[in-house]
């Protein structure tokens, strides 16, 4: 799971504490751990969602301005929606 500089920036100031990927199969799971270029984060939860269930609040705190957006960056992907919760 990759996160560009300002997003791991989010991530450290306490912004940010979910993330979703669309992925075939997920490449972290609950309980484990993602080292990045600003430390290492826990992973809390790991879950499949429906894109059409995700909250403004939950793009909020996956650090987008609205769920519209982050259905763009979502867009073209394969695979399921997850969202993962993180520390």
Do not use: Q
Request: charged share 35%; aromatic share 6%; net charge negative.
């Amino acid at each position: 799971m990759l996160f560009k500089r300002d997003t791991l920036n989010r991530i450290e100031t306490g912004e940010i504490t979910v993330a979703f990927r669309k992925w075939r199969r997920p490449s972290v799971k609950k309980d484990g751990t993602l080292k990045t270029r600003i430390g290492v984060l826990g992973i809390d939860a790991v879950d499949v969602v429906e894109e059409e269930a995700i909250t403004a609040g939950e793009a909020s705190e996956a650090g987008y301005d609205c769920v519209e957006t982050l259905a763009e960056d979502l867009a073209g992907r394969s695979g399921d929606v997850y969202r993962i919760h993180f520390h």
